[in-house]
C-alpha cells in the first residue's frame, strides 16, 4: 500500500514553471498567492472515486429503491414540494458555476497543493449539478403535480428571483478568480452550505419529503472539502499583506451580494414553504451564519489582518425581515411563477408571530386578503393590493423593497445616460466601484416592460400541458385553478417601475 | 381532467433528445449552462472588472449555432464516469498488490524498470499533468455545458493516469531495495531527451481555443504520441518484461484515449456537418489545427526514437510501431474527410 503522504508529496510536484512557451494570463488577478499552503485532504484520484462512488451508489440507490417503490414524494406536502421547483434550478445553477470557479482556480492559482484539492471540487461540482437535476427530474416523474419540475431549467431564464440567483451565483466565476473563491468557498460554502443544504433537509424530513434530504446530505458531504479549500486559500492570500486591501473590497462585495440573493430567497424558501413547522430561518442564520461562520471561522482569520464584512451588521438587520417581504412579493405576484403557493393559514400567522414578533402587525393584512383573493371566480390578484410595484436593483436584481416595504433604502441613480435602481447602501456602492460590470443584462422589468401579463405567461411557457391553466396557482385547490383567460380578463400590462421615478441627485 | 398529474410533464421537456428517448445522461446534463441565445434571453448579470462575460462566442475559432447540441458519444456523466475510473483504479490497486505480495515487482527485469518505467514512463506523468491543466480551463471556456462536461471528464483522465504512474513507482520502491524514484521533477527540466515532449506540453498548455485543444489532443498528440509511448513502449513492453501493472495502467489510460478520440470525432462532424453554414471556414480551421498539432506532435514522438532504442529488447520497434500509429491516424482523418495529417512516415 501507497503511504499516502508521501504519494501525496510526489504527486504535487508535477507542477513546474514553463520555459518554453508563456502560459496565458487568462484570469488576470490582483492577488499575490505564496505557495506555501496545504491541501488538508490530500486527493489522490484513486481513493476519491472510490469514495465518491460509494456515496453515489447509496444515494441513487435509495431514490430508486424505497423511496419511489413507497411512493414517498407523491405523499410529501404539496406545499413544501412545489418550492422545490424553483430551488433547484437555483441550486444546480450555483452548482455549475462552481466547477467553472473551480477550473479557472486550477488555472491561476499556482500552488500544487490548492490545485489538487480544486480538481476534486471541478469534479464534485459536476456530481452536484448532476445530482440535483436527477431530483428534480425524479420529481417530475414522482411527485403529484409534476409541472414546472418538467422545464424549471427552461423558465429560470425568464423568472425574476432565478434571474436574481444567477447575478448572484455568476459571482462565483465571472471577475478575478479570487473573488469568485471569496464568493463560492469563502462566503457562500462556507457560511451558506450548512443552511440551504441541512436545515433544509430538515424541514424536508418534517414534510415527508425524503428524496430532497436524501441527495442534500450526500452533497453537503463534499462541502467540508470545499470550505477547507476555501479556508486554505484564503489562508494563503492573507499571509502576504499586500493582498489585504484587495481582499477586504472584494470580501465586501462577496458577503453582500450572496447576502443580498441568498438571504430572502432562502428565507421565503424555509419559513413559508414548511407545513410542519419547526425553526425558523432566522433561528438558522444566527446558528450558521451568525454564530459559525462570522463568529468563528471568521474571526479565527482576523489576527491576519481579515475582518468582518463590512455590511454584515446591516445584512443581519436586514435577514429578519427579508424573506418574509421576498415572499409576500413572490406570492403577490404568483402568475409569474412556476410553482403553486399554499396561502398562509391561522396556524401559519401563529408561528410567525412566535418566531418574528410583530409579523402579523406588518405582513398579516396581506395574507387576510391574499386568501380572498385565490378563488379565480373573484377576478383579482394580490399585486392590486400594492399602489406602485418596486423596481429591480441593478445590482442584485432583487425587488427594492426589502428589507421591507417600509425600511427599504431603495435609490435612483443615472449614470451613462440610464436610469438604475438600487435597492441599498452597498448595492450602490459596489455599482459606484464599477458600474460597467452591472448592465449587460436588462432587469427583469426593463426586459419585459410593456407586455401584457397573459402574454407573458403564454410566451415563457408558463401554461401547462392542458395549454389553457397556468403553471403558477396561488392555491393548492386543485378544482378551481387559474386558466389563461382569468388572466387576460384582468388586462394587466408588465410596467417598469423605474419609468416613474425620478432620477435623484447623488448624494 | 385535473390540470395537476399531467403525463406530458412526468419527464424533462426542454431538452432535445438526440434519440428517440431522453437519457440520463442527457437529461442530467444538457442546458445546464445559460444560453443567451436559447432559455436564457437577459444574457450576463455580471463581467469582469475587464469587460468579459461568464462565456465568450469566440473563444473558439469554430462556429456553431448550437454548441448545445453535442453530445458525448460515451454518454457519460458524473455517476458513470467515476465508476469507470472508480473500476479502473480498482483493478490497478488489486493488481499492484497482487504483483508485491507475489513478488513479480521484486523480480521485475532492473533495466525494464530504470530504462522504461521510471525513465520515460515517469516523463510521461509530467505530460499528463500538463493534458490536466490544459483541460481545467478549457472545460471552463467550452460554449456549452456537453461540451465543458466532456473536457472536464478528460481532464481528471490525464490526472489520473499521471497519479497511477507515481503510484506504481511508490510500489515498486516499496518492494525492492534496489530502486527509488528520485529526481523526476529535475529529469523533466533538464534533460535533453524529454524537452521537445516539455515544449509540447507547453504549447498545450498555452493553448487558448478550447476546442483546439480538444482537436489537438484528440486527433493528433495523442493518436500518435500516446498511441506511441502509452500503447506501444509501455503498454506492450510491460507484458514483455514481467511488469502488469504498467500494462495494466496504459491500457486504462488506452481506453480512456479511445472514448476522448471519440469525443474528438463527434467534435468535428459537428462542425463539419452537410448543413452548416461554416463548414467551409471550420474545415479550413480544423485543418489548419492539425496540421500544426501533427508536425508538433511528431517532432516529439520522434524525438523519442533514441528511448524505444535505448530501452532493453524485447520492445517493439519505434519505426514500426510508429508507422502503425501513423497509418491508423491517417485513416482516422481521411474517414473524417480532413487533410492536414501530413504524410505517413
Given at each position: 500500500m501507497h503511504d499516502l503522504v508521501e504519494a501525496h508529496d510526489r504527486v504535487k510536484d508535477f507542477d513546474w514553471a514553463p520555459s518554453y512557451v508563456e502560459k496565458p494570463n487568462r484570469y488576470p488577478t490582483k492577488y499575490k498567492i505564496p505557495n506555501r499552503t496545504k491541501d488538508p485532504f490530500r486527493h489522490l484520484i484513486r481513493d476519491y472515486c472510490s469514495m465518491e462512488q460509494e456515496k453515489d451508489d447509496r444515494q441513487y440507490g435509495a431514490l430508486s429503491d424505497v423511496i419511489a417503490r413507497a411512493n414517498m414524494p407523491a405523499r410529501a406536502s404539496q406545499r413544501w414540494t412545489e418550492i422545490l421547483k424553483v430551488v433547484l434550478p437555483v441550486t444546480s445553477f450555483g452548482e455549475y458555476a462552481a466547477m467553472k470557479s473551480s477550473g479557472q482556480l486550477i488555472d491561476t492559482v499556482d500552488n500544487a497543493e490548492l490545485r489538487q484539492g480544486y480538481m476534486a471540487q471541478m469534479l464534485d461540482e459536476v456530481r452536484h449539478v448532476n445530482q440535483e437535476v436527477y431530483l428534480a427530474r425524479y420529481l417530475a416523474r414522482h411527485s403529484r403535480d409534476p409541472e414546472g419540475f418538467d422545464r424549471g431549467y427552461k423558465l429560470r431564464g425568464s423568472n425574476m428571483f432565478t434571474r436574481a440567483g444567477r447575478a448572484a451565483l455568476e459571482g462565483f466565476f465571472v471577475g478575478d478568480p479570487i473573488e469568485g473563491a471569496l464568493n463560492l468557498q469563502v462566503v457562500t460554502e462556507t457560511a451558506y452550505t450548512n443552511p440551504i443544504f441541512v436545515a433544509m433537509t430538515e424541514v424536508a424530513a418534517m414534510n415527508g419529503d425524503q428524496a430532497t434530504p436524501t441527495v442534500f446530505l450526500s452533497v453537503q458531504s463534499d462541502e467540508a472539502r470545499h470550505m477547507a479549500n476555501g479556508y486554505s486559500t484564503l489562508a494563503a492570500i492573507v499571509s502576504n499583506p499586500d493582498n489585504l486591501p484587495h481582499l477586504e473590497t472584494d470580501f465586501n462585495r462577496a458577503f453582500w451580494r450572496q447576502h443580498a440573493f441568498l438571504d430572502p430567497f432562502l428565507g421565503a424558501v424555509y419559513d413559508y414553504f414548511q407545513e410542519e413547522r419547526g425553526t425558523s430561518y432566522f433561528e438558522k442564520w444566527q446558528e450558521w451564519v451568525a454564530e459559525d461562520w462570522a463568529g468563528a471561522y471568521i474571526a479565527r482569520l482576523e489576527p491576519f489582518g481579515l475582518k468582518a464584512p463590512k455590511h454584515f451588521e446591516g445584512a443581519a438587520e436586514r435577514v429578519k425581515w427579508s424573506g418574509h417581504t421576498a415572499a409576500m412579493f413572490a406570492y403577490a405576484a404568483w402568475p409569474l411563477q412556476f410553482?403553486?403557493?399554499?396561502?398562509?393559514?391561522?396556524?401559519?400567522?401563529?408561528?410567525?408571530?412566535?418566531?418574528?414578533?410583530?409579523?402579523?402587525?406588518?405582513?398579516?393584512?396581506?395574507?387576510?386578503?391574499?386568501?380572498?383573493?385565490?378563488?379565480?371566480?373573484?377576478?383579482?390578484?394580490?399585486?392590486?393590493?400594492?399602489?406602485?410595484?418596486?423596481?429591480?436593483?441593478?445590482?442584485?436584481?432583487m425587488p427594492c423593497i426589502l428589507p421591507r416595504p417600509d425600511l427599504s433604502a431603495m435609490r435612483v441613480r443615472e449614470h451613462g445616460g440610464r436610469k438604475h435602481a438600487l435597492c441599498s447602501d452597498a448595492c450602490e456602492e459596489f455599482f459606484l466601484q464599477e458600474p460597467h460590470r452591472y448592465q449587460a443584462a436588462p432587469t427583469f422589468f426593463e426586459e419585459y416592460d410593456g407586455i401584457g401579463l397573459a402574454d407573458f405567461i403564454q410566451a415563457n411557457g408558463l401554461l401547462r400541458a392542458d395549454g389553457k391553466t397556468l403553471m403558477a396557482q396561488p392555491w393548492l385547490n386543485e378544482d378551481r385553478m387559474w386558466t389563461i383567460d382569468d388572466i387576460r380578463a384582468l388586462n394587466i400590462v408588465i410596467r417598469d417601475p423605474l419609468h416613474d421615478l425620478p432620477a435623484e441627485a447623488r448624494t | 381532467m385535473s390540470a395537476i398529474a399531467a403525463e406530458a410533464a412526468r419527464d424533462f421537456t426542454f431538452i432535445r433528445p438526440r434519440k428517440r428517448r431522453l437519457t440520463e445522461y442527457e437529461a442530467v446534463t444538457v442546458h445546464q449552462q445559460p444560453e443567451p441565445g436559447g432559455f436564457d434571453p437577459a444574457g450576463w448579470y455580471l463581467l469582469t472588472p475587464e469587460g468579459r462575460p461568464a462565456w465568450k462566442s469566440d473563444s473558439t475559432r469554430l462556429d456553431h449555432s448550437d454548441w448545445f447540441a453535442f453530445r458525448d458519444p460515451a454518454a457519460l456523466w458524473q455517476r458513470t464516469y467515476v465508476r469507470l475510473q472508480a473500476e479502473q483504479e480498482r483493478s490497478i490497486e488489486r493488481a499492484s498488490e497482487d504483483a508485491a505480495e507475489s513478488g513479480l515487482l521484486a523480480a521485475m527485469d532492473p533495466d525494464w524498470l530504470n530504462r522504461v518505467v521510471a525513465g520515460p514512463y515517469r516523463m510521461w506523468s509530467f505530460f499528463e499533468y500538463a493534458l490536466f491543466r490544459a483541460f481545467a480551463p478549457a472545460s471552463r471556456e467550452a460554449l456549452s455545458d456537453t461540451l465543458g462536461n466532456a473536457l472536464c471528464f478528460q481532464g481528471f483522465d490525464h490526472m489520473r493516469h499521471a497519479q497511477a504512474i507515481v503510484l506504481h513507482l511508490l510500489v515498486i520502491e516499496t518492494a525492492r531495495t534496489d530502486f527509488q524514484d528520485r529526481n523526476a521533477k529535475a529529469r523533466?527540466?533538464?534533460?535533453?531527451?524529454?524537452?521537445?515532449?516539455?515544449?509540447?506540453?507547453?504549447?498545450?498548455?498555452?493553448?487558448?481555443?478550447?476546442?483546439?485543444?480538444?482537436?489537438?489532443?484528440?486527433?493528433?498528440?495523442?493518436?500518435?504520441?500516446?498511441?506511441?509511448?502509452?500503447?506501444?513502449?509501455?503498454?506492450?513492453?510491460?507484458?514483455?518484461?514481467?511488469?502488469?501493472?504498467?500494462?495494466?495502467?496504459?491500457?486504462?489510460a488506452e481506453r480512456d484515449r479511445r472514448r476522448n478520440q471519440a469525443c474528438g470525432v463527434e467534435l468535428v462532424r459537428m462542425v463539419m456537418a452537410e448543413d452548416l453554414p461554416s463548414r467551409a471556414q471550420n474545415r479550413s480551421v480544423l485543418e489548419e489545427w492539425i496540421a500544426t498539432w501533427t508536425r508538433r506532435a511528431r517532432e516529439a514522438a520522434e524525438s523519442l526514437a533514441?528511448?524505444?532504442?535505448?530501452?532493453?529488447?524485447?520492445?517493439?520497434?519505434?519505426?514500426?510501431?510508429?508507422?502503425?500509429?501513423?497509418?491508423?491516424?491517417?485513416?482516422?482523418?481521411?474517414?473524417?474527410?480532413?487533410a492536414g495529417g501530413g504524410q505517413a512516415a
Open positions: 410553482w403553486r403557493f399554499d396561502p398562509m393559514t391561522e396556524r401559519d400567522f401563529d408561528w410567525f408571530e412566535s418566531k418574528y414578533p410583530g409579523w402579523y402587525g406588518l405582513y398579516g393584512k396581506f395574507w387576510e386578503e391574499y386568501r380572498r383573493m385565490c378563488d379565480p371566480a373573484n377576478g383579482t390578484i394580490p399585486l392590486s393590493l400594492f399602489e406602485s410595484l418596486p423596481p429591480v436593483c441593478r445590482v442584485c436584481h | 523533466w527540466l533538464t534533460e535533453p531527451a524529454w524537452q521537445p515532449l516539455r515544449r509540447l506540453a507547453e504549447q498545450l498548455i498555452a493553448t487558448e481555443d478550447w476546442a483546439e485543444l480538444a482537436v489537438a489532443v484528440n486527433l493528433a498528440v495523442a493518436p500518435i504520441l500516446s498511441r506511441l509511448v502509452v500503447g506501444g513502449l509501455v503498454g506492450r513492453g510491460a507484458a514483455l518484461h514481467g511488469d502488469p501493472v504498467s500494462a495494466l495502467i496504459a491500457m486504462t533514441p528511448v524505444f532504442a535505448a530501452a532493453p529488447a524485447p520492445i517493439p520497434a519505434f519505426d514500426a510501431f510508429y508507422a502503425e500509429a501513423l497509418a491508423d491516424r491517417a485513416k482516422l482523418l481521411a474517414d473524417l474527410g480532413l
